[in-house]
């Protein structure tokens, strides 16, 4: 017998004690049916009777109100229409109160509740008749008199009337009453009955569950549990008993023995896995310390990338600066040489018109000393030409020199700027070849202005030898010229003269071209170093963006490898 219980599934070992108290229940219910069916007989008998009544009476007050409602506003109504209107509404109250009582008399089962039935259908007959009389005087248009009948008779009808509706309705709650008593009397007997049959029969459930459930489910599974606990704490030397029975706590010691040899296997692979994490951790902390030390020196790198471009949007707001005051200084030189040219034409104009007036005076003189005369004006002609000509290659000079220094200083900015890009990298290259350009464009200016330098200087050269040549020439002809006539002297001298300033003024018109063509070249240089010097500091800003979002990527990308390597760690 033993043995069949310890084979039985818990299941069944618990189902034993519920099959008690299943019995239990099923007695319990065969025996509370007939008291249930009593309970409900009363239940329904108060629903069907007592409430019903009440609520029929509730409705023949309300309704007897209604009727006297609609009665006294006839004494507000002025018109027949209304006062038939208002007579329509107190017969329909006073037909749903004839209604009502008639209803109750029918639910009348003793001779008393027919006796008050009567007698409220004949206090209901009094106050109909009393009130119709009331409204037929006001119909007729005697007011007063059917005020007078509602406020005696037909008051004296309703509150006799009244009364009655509230004596049935206190008969009818005293009514109530007394089957609610008899149904918790009743209740009372029969929940005693069932509990103490329910009590009876669960104390010998109870007992019986417990001896089945204390030595076959309660005891065995302290055993287990026991086993369980020492095993979670990694004891592998339990002993474990019941896994020869044949229910579910037998399945579970064998299920404890599988686990305790799983728990061997684990620590073995365990001790493994410390080894393995060991070697991880060490290798996770390698690629940390490089990552840091990556991130370190990208740091300083772009650190200094920034510097350099800080260093070089100064250097190009100072290129941009210095482009600016040397085009608004070219600007001025163009304005003076503009002038001077105006200037210079209108001495040529002025001295065209002299040299007509000599001409014709050297013509009245030019038979008597054509010879001498010629001579001496081609010596002074020449010697003035070429005197006008070492002036304006002075003049020209220091225009040169003033290019030289332009072309010098847009040098010395153009060799900063290729120096700034230089310190930039990849991002300054664009701004070293437009840098490069400005170099040698300013290189080229340097070499036309020293080739016209060293041609000007050839030509001061050439022009002092020949001022004392035609000086020569001049003492010449001025000693054959002293027995010429004074007149004719005069006339000869006027004449160089005129044409002396006209040569001079035609070259120094010639020369104020020149120098408004090199300054008009000047201008154009400086245009295009300012040009250059905006476009280098749109680099140095696109540099200072790209250098950000460098260094914003960088950032990301270590966060991601630290994020991977964390992940790789824990995987293994």
């Known amino acids: 017998?033993?043995?069949?219980?310890?084979?039985?599934?818990?299941?069944?070992?618990?189902?034993?004690?519920?099959?008690?108290?299943?019995?239990?229940?099923?007695?319990?219910?065969?025996?509370?049916?007939?008291?249930?069916?009593?309970?409900?007989?009363?239940?329904?008998?108060?629903?069907?009777?007592?409430?019903?009544?009440?609520?029929?009476?509730?409705?023949?007050?309300?309704?007897?109100?209604?009727?006297?409602?609609?009665?006294?506003?006839?004494?507000?109504?002025?018109?027949?229409?209304?006062?038939?209107?208002?007579?329509?509404?107190?017969?329909?109250?006073?037909?749903?109160?004839?209604?009502a009582l008639e209803a109750g008399s029918a639910m009348a089962t003793s001779p008393e509740r027919r006796a008050a039935a009567e007698d409220l259908r004949a206090k209901l007959e009094r106050y109909d008749s009393a009130t119709r009389a009331a409204m037929n005087q006001i119909l007729a248009g005697n007011r007063e008199a059917g005020a007078e009948i509602f406020?005696?008779?037909?008051?004296?009808?309703?509150?006799?009337?009244?009364?009655?509706?509230?004596?049935?309705?206190?008969?009818?709650?005293?009514?109530?009453?007394a089957s609610k008593e008899d149904m918790t009397s009743l209740l009372g007997t029969i929940t005693l009955e069932l509990v103490l049959l329910a009590a009876g029969m669960t104390v010998i459930a109870l007992l019986v569950l417990y001896l089945i459930v204390s030595r076959l489910v309660t005891q065995p599974l302290s055993r287990l549990s026991t086993a369980v606990d020492q095993l979670t704490r990694g004891d592998t030397e339990i002993v474990v008993t019941d896994h020869e029975r044949g229910d579910e706590l037998g399945h579970i010691a064998q299920a404890i023995l599988v686990f305790r040899q799983n728990a061997i296997e684990r620590k073995e692979i365990e001790q493994s896995d410390r080894d393995r994490l060991a070697t991880s951790e060490y290798r996770s902390k390698a690629v940390g310390e490089l990552m840091s030390a990556f991130q370190n020196r990208a740091a300083a790198v772009l650190s200094e990338v920034k510097q350099a471009q800080t260093e070089l949007e100064e250097t190009a707001r100072t290129l941009a600066g210095t482009a600016e005051q040397s085009q608004e200084r070219v600007t001025t030189v163009a304005s003076a040489t503009q002038q001077a040219t105006s200037n210079v034409e209108s001495v040529a104009s002025a001295a065209e018109e002299l040299s007509a007036s000599i001409r014709e005076i050297g013509r009245q003189v030019e038979q008597s000393s054509r010879l001498s005369s010629t001579a001496a004006e081609e010596a002074k002609q020449t010697n003035t030409t070429v005197r006008g000509l070492a002036e304006a290659s002075s003049r020209i000079g220091e225009v040169v020199d003033l290019i030289n220094d332009i072309a010098s200083q847009t040098n010395l900015l153009a060799l900063n700027a290729t120096i700034e890009a230089a310190r930039a990298g990849e991002a300054g290259k664009g701004f070293a070849v437009v840098a490069g350009e400005v170099k040698h464009l300013a290189n080229?200016?340097?070499?036309?202005?020293?080739?016209?330098?060293?041609?000007?200087?050839?030509?001061?050269?050439?022009?002092?030898?020949?001022?004392?040549?035609?000086?020569?020439?001049?003492?010449?002809?001025?000693?054959?010229?002293?027995?010429?006539?004074?007149?004719?002297?005069?006339?000869?001298?006027?004449?160089?003269?005129?044409?002396?300033?006209?040569?001079?003024?035609?070259?120094?018109?010639?020369?104020t071209n020149e120098v408004a063509a090199a300054i008009s070249g000047v201008s154009t240089a400086a245009t295009d170093t300012g040009t250059a010097s905006t476009e280098v500091l749109g680099t140095t800003r696109t540099l200072a963006t790209s250098s950000d979002t460098l260094r914003a990527e960088l950032l990301t990308f270590l966060d991601d490898m630290r994020s991977t390597v964390s992940k790789v760690v824990k995987a293994s």
């Open 1 to 99: 017998m033993k043995r069949w219980l310890l084979n039985l599934s818990v299941f069944s070992k618990i189902l034993l004690p519920m099959v008690l108290v299943i019995t239990t229940i099923v007695v319990t219910i065969a025996i509370s049916f007939h008291g249930l069916k009593t309970l409900n007989q009363s239940a329904t008998n108060i629903i069907d009777v007592d409430v019903k009544r009440s609520l029929l009476t509730m409705d023949m007050k309300a309704e007897v109100n209604n009727a006297t409602v609609a009665a006294l506003s006839s004494l507000l109504q002025t018109n027949t229409t209304d006062l038939k209107m208002v007579q329509e509404r107190y017969q329909s109250s006073v037909t749903q109160v004839r209604k």
């Open 151 to 177: 406020m005696n008779e037909a008051r004296a009808a309703r509150l006799a009337f009244g009364d009655a509706v509230e004596d049935r309705v206190g008969f009818n709650v005293k009514a109530m009453q």
């Open 444 to 511: 080229q200016t340097a070499k036309a202005t020293e080739e016209i330098g060293s041609q000007i200087s050839a030509v001061q050269t050439s022009t002092q030898q020949a001022v004392a040549a035609i000086g020569g020439i001049v003492a010449r002809i001025d000693e054959i010229n002293t027995i010429g006539s004074a007149i004719a002297e005069a006339v000869e001298q006027q004449a160089a003269a005129t044409a002396e300033i006209a040569r001079n003024v035609q070259q120094a018109a010639q020369g």
